[in-house]
């Protein structure tokens, strides 16, 4: 079950706030925005989530639109190192978590 | 604190043999859960367990078979190995069920 939709890559210069965007026009009500990402071929790493109102952590900052059907992660200044797959996911139970293909985020000297 | 440990991180398996995946983890979750990852794609939920002596299917559960004996260790199985099962097997727990903790992964070749 595609739920997300998400630019397959993205290039950001390192330094530079990188954006990504993330459609989910069929979320429920009850449906939270998870963000992930997968650094290389190592295990997923949890960023942050939210339901409806703009979240903020060390890592990241999520911004989810009013109607909820889209939102963006931000990483406000890009290094090498967050070079990864970053995977949008919506869901309500621990067992609905459908990874999808991501987005490839290539930060650049 | 070690997190998520799984073992072993390599295996080459020959068609119709059979293995175990260990999966062990030290922060007290409830819940445990086993994915796939082929080439290219994201990952896909195998089995999953709410707790100790508790098991259920998730997207693809054919061809494997799972035990949650003790809280912290969830085993994954491969009776009959086959090509298909080919992939890099990840390991996850999680306190409530949202935020999953993953393990550095297990690499799975079958001939």
């Known amino acids: 079950d595609a739920k997300t939709t998400q630019p397959p890559s993205m290039d950001c210069a390192e330094g530079r706030a990188a954006n990504l965007p993330c459609n989910h026009s069929t979320i429920s009500g009850n449906e939270y925005v998870y963000w992930y990402r997968q650094i290389h071929s190592q295990g997923p790493q949890y960023i942050i989530h939210?339901?409806?109102n703009n979240e903020t952590n060390e890592m990241a900052s999520l911004i989810i639109t009013e109607d909820r059907k889209s939102s963006t992660l931000i990483l406000p200044h890009a290094t090498l190192r967050d070079t990864a797959v970053y995977y949008c996911i919506v869901a309500n139970n621990f067992n609905k978590f459908y990874f999808g293909s991501g987005t490839k985020l290539n930060v650049k000297p | 604190n070690a997190g998520v440990t799984q073992t072993p991180k390599f295996r080459v398996l020959k068609t119709g043999q059979s293995m175990t995946l260990l999966c062990a983890q030290d922060?007290?979750?409830?819940?445990m859960y086993w994915y796939r990852q082929d080439p290219g794609m994201g990952l896909r939920l195998i089995h999953y367990s709410v707790g100790e002596g508790t098991t259920a299917k998730g997207e693809v559960p054919d061809g494997y078979n799972v035990s949650r004996l003790k809280k912290q260790n969830f085993l994954l199985g491969l009776e009959s190995a086959a090509p298909s099962q080919t992939s890099v097997y990840f390991c996850?727990?999680?306190?409530?069920?949202?935020?999953?903790?993953f393990g550095a992964g297990t690499r799975l070749s079958v001939l």
């Open positions: 939210g339901l409806k």
């Open positions: 922060m007290n979750h409830e819940y």
């Open positions: 996850a727990s999680s306190f409530g069920g949202n935020i999953q903790y």
